[in-house]
């Protein structure tokens, strides 16, 4: 059942990181988006930042990939996934902030989950 809850909200919170990647991109502008960070970023620094934010997505679903076919290397997909995606959310604090909590039950999810392969 855990490991099952744990799917969900690394799948979700990867596809909440598609909104920053296509806000950031141009891809598309996100209502309720401000765009703002913490501090300055160079716009030459900004589109490899969009792609960031895009490759955290790929991220959280190969964790969940591993995940469900059962991989040795899951949880290290995960560590990585969450890393990226918290410094992004520390870049984009005003805005992204929420996604700490579900980083937090991310790493919660991973300490629970001791018996997972």
């Known amino acids: 059942m855990l490991k099952w809850l744990l ?3 690394l799948a979700l919170h990867g596809l909440i990181h598609i909104m920053g990647g ?5 891809i598309a502008k996100i209502e309720g988006l401000s765009g703002k960070t913490l501090f300055a970023i160079p716009s030459n620094l900004q589109l490899v930042l969009g792609v960031l934010w895009l490759i955290a997505v ?8 591993g995940l469900v076919t059962n991989q040795p290397w899951w949880r290290s997909a995960v560590i990585i996934a969450v890393i990226v995606s918290q410094i992004l959310i520390i ?16 790493i919660l999810g991973l300490i629970l989950n001791k018996s997972l392969p």
Request: hydrophobic share 70%.
């Open 58 to 65: 790929a991220l959280f679903f190969i964790a969940v990939f």
């Open 7 to 9: 799917v969900a909200i």
């Open 22 to 26: 296509v806000n950031e991109l141009g």
């Open 91 to 106: 870049i984009w604090w005003p805005d992204a902030k929420v996604g700490t909590i579900a980083n937090g039950l991310i």
